[in-house]
Every structure is written in structure tokens, then in C-alpha cells.
């Protein structure tokens, strides 16, 4: 349904108008990028470079607490590489500059005295190909908490079945937790991963095209979980999927070449786009 | 397209796949035919054959085995020959015979005809007599049998008595001996005041005279154990006519190999099959088993893969994990790539400079100044063997682990760091184990690769006899410094070193069977290790 997204922008695209410039937020236009009551994640004019390419140009925008947020854009717009900013996992990428800051309930990320680690356990993660550990699982779920030293048998029986039962996993796997994780199906691999990340209650959820890999069916339970799971965290999903963005999201911002061209709430960005592009993109004229 | 020459290409391609099946027919027919001809003539060692009693037209008479026949060229006359195994080593010098056919009047397979296995001079063939204590007739004629079957496995039991006591008290003994020597020595080098010197060298002399005096009542005893073992003797005829006098007590068998059935010839076989597999061996390896040789391989291979694993294991972790990739790198990995085709030898040469004489050399002169100049680890052992065995086989298992842990996809490194784990812990915690059918595998081909080796191990420990096994049960029970045997040495030991090469030529393939067997129960074990790493991590790439 989604084919020509992925195609590179065609010649017969109007010329990009002039990039929207950094403002600092206060002078920002609010048609553009709106105010956030209280956002739990602040980008503020973040500059990444891969080498001497440059991935990422001066994005600033503000994701609210308990919503769904949205990051769409055509392919190699710099949509993921924004999203993994965020828990800091380009950091093992050799060659990467970063300029600007995120701050992270008031706190700059990029500060050298922020625990990286202590920050990635607060702001989890779910992949666009499902990566269980090869565990079985129950010790996928329990990973993280072991990792914090919680080794309690009771704790962490009660922390899996919580997980899973938020994973909507539950009854699917309560009578073979101590099976691979690999042999489950692809939809319930993502599941996993979801009951993974959420076992180390974290504050934001970052999904990289959690579907892009699913089959309808899968990809229907796991928009009905981001609903469920929108109550207790907020999750930032990164999709070339526009109905899915349309469908589950709260916010939506469109990226273009590496720079946000539009935010805003969902329905109005994909009813009444402020930017030309913006239209061109949602109803598919470039992909 | 010219319809033939879409027949041409497709011939073309049809013949190619024939020639590579045909290739691959070719490699298994080969392994086949290697496993066949070992198996063949390794298994047949043991089988008894019946034994010919020959008239010569000379008048001489033979009693044997026909080991082989071979046709005689015609030059020399044309016809066939037999080579006969007559045994008596003793009375003719030699075991086998050439007998030509022509010459051959009579052929005959007597019921009598008795082989006695012995523990030394090998086999006597021949008829029995008499049963004699000293002068006195215990018994002959037709109640013999039966009274040497009773007698013979009383001796058997005596026999193991002094083995026992050889072993156990003596050897005891004679150990407390050599460790108040050692102390004396220790106390020389010492160099207390002259007082303390004094007393603790009365002490030491009072207990060695204590040792000694129990010594020489054991040695007493051995000696009226000795003399009882062989107070009665079996009068044997070789098919000469010669009389021969056997002490009961060093026959190992006595076989009648004409009367026994199919049956019994099996019961016999598998008894000489269990000796050989656990057995000592006898008569500069030419007879009796070869436990300590499939003992020493078996340890040895063991010690070399405790060692083999966590330098591999941590080698290639930090080339792969660790290590920033670039030109170093890359240079790193093409050196221990080419490490793996360096000669065997130069690892058996570099084991010897390296880890006998300076590593093994610097313990002596630290830990046993006592026993110099007798080296203790200075000098080849089981220890410095498998060291050297580790560092020919660490490239395979570095290149093993590297493949297991590439194959690991990144994605799921990402998935234990997005969960806030370390590298650390995502190293030993998901990627390890991901990879630990990939670093078995390694470990298969180095065992494999080990336990092959003879060169390098004649340098640095391996020894033809080796007359304590590397554990027991004096402490420390583990002695790394001992000497071993090695099944791959055995082979070219009673192959080409031996002084009765015909005999031993069967044990050859025999050995090199057992050496197979147990490279294939080594790596069976390491297999289902693997699979069940792999199966309970199902579905994973490595």
C-alpha cells in the first residue's frame, strides 16, 4: 500500500523551499512546530554528522510526556538516526558528530557526567527487525533487571509475567518461558522485545519501524499495544508507514534530507499540512 | 540462439556437474578406503588363527600360524611361500619363517598344538608335557590340562600380588627414600647453623634408616613372592622335539587354538582386545596393551584445550570486540591466519626453548634446587606439551570465535546496550554465548589437530615407554611433569623402531584404529556439547 515511499524524491518535485531556519523556540512558528505543554524530551537545534556528511540539520522539537509521537519521512532522511540520538546508541558509531543538545526531563544528555547506561535503561528501545537475545524467554525479559543486579527469583517472576502480560504475550507463552525466544514468530519475537523493554519501566520508549517487518495480523496487535501502552509511557515511533502515523500518533513530524520540515499534532498535519512538501509527501506525490 | 549451440552449453554444464560429483565420489571412495584398510588390518590383529604343524622334506617339523602367503617370482622358481609366525623366540632367535611350498610333505592341524602367551619371549608354540615343582612330577598325560588350569589361575592371583606389591609399598617406599634425599640435599643448600644442621640431619638419617630397613624386608618379601610364582614350571616340546621348561607364572594364556570353535575364538579375541585397550605395555611395546599411550593422548589433548580455549576466546574477543578495525588489525588477523601453517615442528622447537628450558628451567632453579641437576620441569612433560599444542592450534580457534562472533548481528548487541547494559556485560552476556557453537567448533578442529600431532610432542615430552601414567594416587595426584606416551608416537614406535617388526607391523594398523577412535569419542563428545548449545539457543544464526 505504501510502495512509492521508498522511492528516491522525483525530479518533477517542486524545489524545496528554504529550509526553516533554527529559531530558538520561543520565535519558532507555532503554524511549524507547536508548543508543548510539558515535554519529557527537548531537542534543541541537534546538528549530526557521519563524518563529513551532514545526517541531521539544526532540528529542534519538543516530544510531550504519555502521547505518541511520531518521527515519518522518505527513506535516508535522517528519521532513525534522530530517533537513536535519543538513548545515545549512535554513539558506537565511528565517525558521528553531534552538536546541540536534547535534554532529557531538563538534563542534557550530551553532558559527559550523564551515565549513559543509567540513561538507556530509562528511555528503552524496540528495533525494526525483532533481535530477542538468544535466551530463552524468560531470561530475554528478565535481561534487563539482571543486568541491574536484580537476581531475586520472586521479583523476577512477577516483573516477566507483568511484562508480558503488557506485551499482550502473556497468554500466548505462560506455559513455554523457558523456550527460545527464537522460535517464536516474528510477531511475537517484536512482542518480546516490547516486554522486554518495558520490564526496566522506563520513561520513554523509542520505536525504530517496530512493523516494517510484520505481517498485517502482527502489525495490528502491536499498534493496539502502543495504545495500551501510551497510559503508563511515552513512546516516540519512527515509521515510513503514513496511515500507521496517522492511526496511532498523537504528534507527527515529517522529516525531509535531514531537516524537520513540519510538527504538530497528527490530524492536522495529514488533514491540513502547513507545508507544501509536507502535502506532497502524505498524499504521495514523492516518496 | 542456433539450436546447437543451446545443446552445446547445455552438455557443457551437464558435464561439469559430473565432473564435480565425480570429484566428490572420488574424495569419499579415498576416506572409505582409508577407514576400510585400517579397519581391516587393525581388526584382524587379534584373531587367532588355527595353528599348521608342517613336515618338511628336509625332515624338519613346524608348528605356527600362516601369517601370509605370497606367490614367488618366477626367476627364483615360481610357486608360493608361507611366512610362518612359530614363536620361541628363545630357542630359534626368530618368530617367523619363510617356508617355501614345494618343500612342504605333510600339512596337519593337531588338537594338541598349545600356544602359551608369555610375559617375556612372546609366544611358545609346541605340545605340553609335564607339570613339575622342582624335580617332582605334579602331574602329566591326560590330567594335565585340567592341573595346569587350576595351578595357572592360582599364579594369576600371585602375579597380581607382586604387581600390587611393586606398585603400592615398594613404590611408596621407595618414594619416602628419594623426598629424604631431596631433604637432605635441601638442607645443604640451607645452610642453618651448624646446631640445628646437626640435629635435623640425625633426624633425617634416623628416618631414612627406618625406610631403609623396611625397604629391604619388602624387597624380602617380593623375592619369596617372586620365587613362589615360579617354584612350578610346564615342561612344553616345540615341534622340534626341544623341551623347554615355562615357569606357570609367566604364562599370560595358554591357548589350543586347533579345538576352540568359532564362539570361543570370538571370547578370546574380545579378551585380547580389552588387554590391549588396558593393559601395560611388555616387551618394548611389542606385546601387552596400550592404556598409558591412550591415557597420555586423551590428557594431554584435554590439558591442551583448558589452555587452548580462554586464550583463543580472549584473543579474538579483543580483535573483534575490542580492537579499532584498521590496517593493525587486518595485520593481526593475517598473521594468525598464517600462524595455522607455520610447521608443526617449530612450534615442538620453540615448546623446547621457550617452555622447558627457560620457563621450566626458572621453576627448577625457584621451586627444586634440591633435585638439580635431576631437572623437574625442566625437561619435557605432559604440561609443556599440551602449552605447546595450544599455541599450534590458539590460530584455529581465534579464526573459529571470530566467524561465531560476527555472526552475531549487530542488532542484537544494540538490543542489550538499549537496555542499558555495558559492552562488558553485553560481551558475556548475549554475544558469548551467541557464539559458543562457533568457539566449540574451533575447539573440535584444535583437539582434532592435537591429538594428530607427533612431531612437535617428540621434543617436548612424548616418550616411547613411560613408566608412571601422569595422574595417580600419590599427591599431588596431577604431575605435570611426568613424561607421556602418545598413541601417534606408539604407531611410529612399533612400526618402524621396533626390534621384532613383523610382529609388531598388525599392531601398527591396530593402533592407528584406536587412535581414530578415540580423535572420533573426543570429538563426538565436543559435537553434542555443540548441539545442545545450539539447540537451546534454536534458530540462531551461528
Known amino acids: ?287 | 540462439m542456433a539450436p546447437s549451440s543451446h545443446a552445446r552449453r547445455e552438455l557443457l554444464g551437464l558435464s561439469f556437474t559430473a565432473l564435480c560429483g565425480g570429484a566428490l565420489a572420488l574424495d569419499l571412495l579415498l576416506i572409505l578406503g582409508l577407514l576400510g584398510l585400517i579397519g581391516y588390518y587393525g581388526g584382524r590383529t587379534f584373531w587367532q588363527q588355527n595353528l599348521v604343524e608342517l613336515e618338511l622334506a628336509d625332515g624338519r617339523k613346524l608348528l605356527g600360524e600362516v601369517h601370509r602367503r605370497e606367490a614367488v617370482p618366477a626367476a627364483q622358481g615360481g610357486g608360493s611361500r608361507l611366512q610362518l609366525r612359530v614363536g620361541n623366540r628363545d630357542l630359534s632367535g626368530a618368530d617367523f619363517l619363510w617356508v617355501d611350498e614345494k618343500d612342504v610333505v605333510r600339512r596337519c592341524e593337531p588338537a594338541d598344538a598349545v600356544l602359551l602367551e608369555r610375559l617375556e619371549w612372546g609366544g611358545f608354540y609346541g605340545r605340553l608335557i609335564e607339570l613339575k615343582k622342582g624335580e617332582q612330577s605334579l602331574a602329566s598325560g591326560p590330567g594335565l590340562e585340567a592341573a595346569f588350569e587350576r595351578l595357572h589361575e592360582q599364579k594369576l592371583a600371585e602375579g597380581e600380588e607382586v604387581r600390587r606389591l611393586e606398585k603400592g609399598a615398594i613404590g611408596r617406599v621407595n618414594r619416602a627414600l628419594e623426598e629424604l634425599r631431596l631433604a637432605g640435599k635441601r638442607l645443604e643448600l640451607e645452610a642453618p647453623p651448624a646446631a640445628e644442621r646437626a640435629r635435623r640431619q640425625a633426624e633425617l638419617e634416623g628416618r631414612t634408616a627406618e625406610k631403609q630397613a623396611e625397604y629391604e624386608q619388602l624387597a624380602s618379601e617380593l623375592g619369596a613372592l617372586r620365587e613362589k610364582l615360579s617354584a612350578e614350571t610346564l615342561v612344553a616340546e616345540a615341534a622340534d622335539g626341544t623341551h623347554k621348561e615355562i615357569p606357570v607364572g609367566a604364562v599370560v594364556r595358554a591357548i589350543y587354538p586347533n579345538r576352540l570353535g568359532t564362539a570361543g575364538k570370538l571370547g578370546l579375541y574380545l579378551s585380547r582386545v580389552w588387554e590391549f585397550v588396558s593393559g601395560d605395555p611388555r616387551e618394548s611395546n611389542t606385546e601387552g596393551g596400550i592404556f598409558p599411550a591412550i591415557f597420555g593422548t586423551v590428557m594431554m589433548v584435554f590439558l591442551m584445550s583448558i589452555a587452548v580455549v580462554p586464550l583463543g576466546v580472549l584473543a579474538a574477543l579483543y580483535l573483534r570486540e575490542y580492537a579499532k578495525q584498521g590496517p593493525l588489525v587486518r595485520m593481526v588477523r593475517i598473521a594468525v591466519n598464517n600462524l595455522a601453517g607455520v610447521p608443526s615442528i617449530v612450534f615442538g622447537v620453540f615448546g623446547l626453548g621457550f617452555f622447558v628450558y627457560t620457563v621450566g628451567g626458572t621453576l627448577d632453579r625457584l621451586f627444586f634446587p634440591e633435585a638439580l641437576p635431576t631437572p623437574t620441569f625442566g625437561t619435557g612433560g605432559i604440561l609443556w606439551a599440551a602449552l605447546t599444542l595450544a599455541l599450534l592450534t590458539v590460530p584455529v580457534v581465534i579464526v573459529a570465535t571470530e566467524e561465531g562472533l560476527a555472526a552475531v548481528p549487530r542488532i542484537v548487541r544494540e538490543g542489550s546496550l538499549a537496555l542499558g547494559a555495558t559492552q562488558f556485560e553485553t560481551t558475556f552476556r548475549v554475544v558469548l554465548p551467541a557464539a559458543a557453537p562457533g568457539i566449540l567448533t574451533g575447539l573440535i578442529l584444535a583437539m582434532a589437530r592435537a591429538a594428530g600431532e607427533v612431531a612437535p610432542l617428540m621434543i617436548v615430552g612424548m616418550v616411547k615407554l613411560a613408566p608412571t601414567l601422569p595422574v595417580d594416587t600419590q599427591a599431588p595426584f596431577v604431575h605435570f611433569e611426568r613424561k607421556f606416551m602418545h598413541l601417534g608416537f606408539h604407531i611410529y614406535d612399533v612400526g618402524f623402531q621396533s626390534p621384532n617388526v613383523d610382529a609388531t607391523k598388525p599392531l601398527v594398523f591396530t593402533t592407528a584404529l584406536l587412535l581414530i577412535a578415540v580423535v572420533t569419542a573426543i570429538n563426538l563428545v565436543a559435537i553434542s556439547i555443540r548441539n545442545r548449545l545450539r539447540k537451546r539457543y534454536a534458530g540462531s544464526a551461528v
Open chain 1, 1 to 287: 500500500m505504501n510502495s512509492t515511499l521508498t522511492l528516491a524524491p522525483s525530479p518533477a518535485a517542486p524545489p524545496a523551499e528554504p529550509a526553516v531556519a533554527p529559531e530558538p523556540a520561543a520565535e519558532r512558528d507555532p503554524a511549524l512546530s507547536p508548543v508543548i505543554e510539558k515535554p519529557i524530551v527537548e531537542i534543541d537545534r541537534l546538528d549530526l554528522f557521519y563524518g563529513t556528511k551532514q545526517a541531521l540539520k539544526s532540528i529542534s522539537l519538543a516530544i510531550p510526556e504519555k502521547q505518541i509521537t511520531a518521527f515519518i519521512g522518505p527513506s535516508g532522511c535522517g528519521k532513525s538516526t534522530l530517533l537513536r540520538c535519543i538513548n545515545r546508541l549512535n554513539d558506537l558509531v565511528d565517525g558521528v558528530r553531534i552538536e546541540g543538545q536534547i535534554r532529557f526531563e531538563g538534563r542534557n544528555i550530551f553532558d559527559p557526567k550523564v551515565d549513559i547506561n543509567a540513561l538507556r535503561k530509562r528511555i528503552g528501545m524496540v528495533f525494526q527487525k525483532s533481535n530477542p537475545f538468544p535466551k530463552s524467554i524468560y531470561e530475554n525479559v528478565a535481561y534487563g533487571l539482571r543486568i541491574q543486579g536484580i537476581n531475586k527469583k520472586g521479583t523476577l517472576d512477577e516483573i516477566v509475567e507483568k511484562s508480558l502480560k503488557g506485551a499482550a504475550l502473556w497468554d500466548e507463552v505462560k506455559d513455554r518461558l523457558d523456550d527460545s525466544a527464537l522460535g517464536m514468530s516474528g510477531g511475537q519475537q517484536q512482542r518480546l522485545c516490547i516486554a522486554r523493554a518495558i520490564a526496566v519501566e522506563p520513561e520513554v520508549i523509542l520505536f525504530d519501524e517496530p512493523c516494517s517487518a510484520l505481517d498485517p495480523i502482527a502489525t495490528a496487535k502491536i499498534e493496539e499495544l502502543m495504545e495500551d501502552l501510551k497510559k503508563d509511557f511515552t513512546l516516540v515511533v519512527v515509521t515510513h508507514n503514513m496511515q500507521q502515523a496517522s492511526r496511532i500518533s498523537d504528534l507527527t513530524a515529517f522529516l525531509y534530507l535531514g531537516e524537520l520540515i513540519e510538527y504538530g499534532p497528527t490530524k492536522k498535519l495529514f488533514i491540513k499540512p502547513a507545508k507544501k512538501q509536507t502535502e506532497d509527501y502524505i498524499t504521495g506525490r514523492f516518496g
